[in-house]
């Protein structure tokens, strides 16, 4: 059987074997936020007991999808195969005139996490099917304890097999997914094989065209991780409002009902104790103490938290802050906060980026943010980043926008579209609902206005809410606009609004479009809406190192630094204004962007994509310098 064919096997023989996925977690008055549930998170996998599955990894392109189907595209009779877990060099040992069209084990080999872009320079544009397998041996089989297979994310279909055994499978590119592979895991001689497609249909989330590299691949960790039988599932840590720190525990296992959870702060000698009820939920809550450090940008404290519950104790590193909403600012701690921030892509700084954000990589992307543009903000775009970014950002002291794509154009009247969406949102909140630094969740970006777009952003809305009800909820619209006594006049209108916390609006006036650039500074805002607004987008695109003092022509540092001037003096205009992310840190991969000056990258970054700084980001720098040293 050529082992194009056994994978077929695998991904049919199993199903009746594949252990039933957990799910995740809720707080117990929490509506049921989709029909279609996401496989385990995980959450805090990185502070518990593991092994990386991460390094070399054998990897196998696919373009046919013959590794799903025989050449008819149909499925083999499962009973005859040998499922995922063939050895084709002791099969070939046994018989050297057998044949396979794959050979996996001793297929070329790749690091993990990577996107297979890095891989050799004919993947550089390669868009679909490729297959991964590693093999290994573990010590984390124990009596009374689970082991899951941990993907910290995979872009963007991900089908999984161990030993011979379908595990499960994913859609979405940017969120955490696990399975639990206790009953299918040997101590010596693991097979594991997964499927990454990165191919998008019209009804994926995102679309097939977006304005971004693809980057397909496992391009973030994979683990092992071990816990009890019965485990923290989800801990929701924080303080709210009213004063009060409130944690909501749920438990998964056979033993989860009726436990008693402790979560306590050393630091702040408190601890909060409860049993759980039937679903293995508890919720608690105590008066913050009085020497509670507040989290905030400029004192970015982080406490140690622990969850106990039987034999499991989740430990985590949690700052306590509150975020809402009075009016037209955004109010963080109580005090009005003006976010100087911008856009960033899951990009690391170099030539050949490949989505390999390391601790070192985060930390020198945000650095250029907080120090180098004197910023307490970042939108991260256009999905989500890497949780390593996240707990960064915690550490660092940056706020935080995250978003799902639900970008330009998605399937907005297809339900399993926003099955799809939905479960992106879950995951992504329930992987950083105790990340202070996290104040914005996104529900999309630049989608054109039509009734199944309102509803299916709503839904979104209402979901993230649903799931956490401590931040702030919005998404980057767009506007119309138009002239009125020679001046540009724009109206926010987006009928979305009523369920958005903050306005947040992408403009590009005096890059695209007909406007001067000299006209940009007059432009005039209007909002009936009593809510901030967050410039979520501006920017203007050069090649590091193009000059034209004189005429200050398009793609010059001269015109960008032109654009940021006058676009900062428009938005010292706006009464309601409460942020500014403009697009974009740094220039990133685009294969869309194609003329001479772009070639495959948007040259938007007020840095380049080695991060040498532009004459945009000193005007940028400085505006943020003078506008923190106000207040």
């Known amino acids: 059987m050529r082992l194009a064919q056994i994978f077929v096997v695998a991904v049919t023989a199993a199903l009746l074997a594949t252990p039933a996925d957990a799910r995740p977690a809720r707080p117990a008055d929490a509506p049921a936020y989709s029909t279609t549930v996401p496989g385990t998170v995980l959450v805090n996998a990185d502070r518990r007991t593991g092994e990386s599955l991460s390094g070399p990894w054998h990897y196998s392109v696919d373009p046919y999808k013959d590794g799903m189907a025989d050449f008819h595209g149909k499925p083999l009779d499962v009973t005859h195969g040998r499922g995922s877990d063939v050895n084709v060099e002791a099969a070939m040992k046994a018989d050297p005139d057998v044949f396979f069209e794959y050979d996996l084990a001793r297929a070329p080999v790749g690091p993990v996490p990577s996107a297979w872009i890095a891989y050799s320079p004919e993947l550089r544009y390669y868009n679909g099917l490729m297959w991964y397998q590693k093999s290994f041996d573990t010590a984390l089989i124990k009596s009374g304890q689970r082991v899951f297979l941990r993907f910290a994310a995979a872009d963007y279909k991900t089908m999984v097999y161990l030993n011979g055994h379908r595990v499960g499978e994913h859609e979405g590119g940017f ?96 601890s909060l104790k409860g049993t759980t009820d039937a679903d293995g939920h508890v919720s608690l809550s105590t008066r913050a103490p009085k020497d509670l450090k507040r989290w905030s940008p400029d004192t970015p404290t982080l406490y140690e938290v622990s969850v106990k519950a039987g034999a499991d ?91 799902v794509p639900v970008y330009w154009a998605v399937k907005f009247d297809n339900p399993d579209t926003l099955k799809v969406a939905q479960s992106m949102m879950a995951e992504n909140i329930l992987r950083d609902r105790n990340r202070a630094s996290v104040i914005i969740w996104s529900v999309a970006n630049e989608t054109p206005i039509s009734d199944a777009r309102n509803s ?20 980057a619209l767009l506007t119309g606009k138009k002239t009125v006594d020679g001046h540009i006049d724009i109206t926010i209108d987006d009928p979305l609004i009523p369920e958005l916390d903050v306005m947040a609006v992408n403009t590009y006036n005096g890059w695209y479009g007909n406007d001067k650039i000299a006209d940009v500074p007059a432009t005039v805002w209007h909002s009936s809406f009593n809510k901030p607004l967050i410039l979520s987008e501006f920017g203007a695109e050069t090649l590091y190192g193009v000059r034209d003092p004189v005429r200050e022509a398009r793609f010059t540092e001269d015109y960008q630094a032109k654009y940021y001037k006058n676009t900062l003096a428009m938005a010292d205009r706006i009464p309601f204004l409460a942020g500014l992310s403009p697009w974009i840190l740094k220039d990133f991969r685009s294969p869309r962007r194609q003329n001479i000056w772009q070639q495959g990258w948007n040259r938007k970054g007020v840095v380049s994509e080695n991060g040498e700084r532009k004459m945009a980001f000193f005007v940028l720098s400085d505006y943020y310098a003078k506008m923190a040293a106000k207040k």
């Open 456 to 475: 299916f952003l709503t839904a979104l809305a209402r979901e993230a809410k649903a799931l956490d009800g401590t931040r702030l909820v919005s998404a």
């Open 175 to 270: 969120t955490p997914f696990s399975f639990d592979v206790t009953r299918l895991l040997r101590e010596k001689n693991n097979n594991l094989v997964v499927a990454v497609d990165s191919t998008r249909t019209p009804d994926s989330v995102p679309t097939q065209v977006t304005d971004w590299e693809t980057y397909g691949g496992l391009i973030r960790d994979v683990t092992l991780v071990a816990t009890p039988e019965t485990y923290v599932d989800d801990d929701f840590i924080r303080l709210t409002t009213d004063g009060l720190i409130k944690a909501d525990v749920a438990l998964d296992g056979p033993a989860k009902a009726g436990q008693v959870v402790e979560v306590s702060v050393p630091a702040l000698k408190l």
């Open 313 to 403: 104790v989740l430990t985590d590193r949690i700052g306590f802050r509150t975020i809402e909403v009075k009016g037209t600012q955004i109010i963080l701690n109580g005090e009005p906060i003006f976010l100087r921030g911008i856009c960033l892509h899951e990009e690391e700084f170099g030539p050949n980026p490949s989505r390999r954000i390391t601790p070192e990589a985060s930390r020198a992307l945000l650095s250029e943010i907080k120090t180098g543009l004197h910023g307490n903000y970042v939108r991260l775009s256009h999905y989500p980043h890497s949780e390593i970014t996240t707990r960064m950002a915690d550490e660092m002291g940056l706020l935080v926008w995250s978003e």
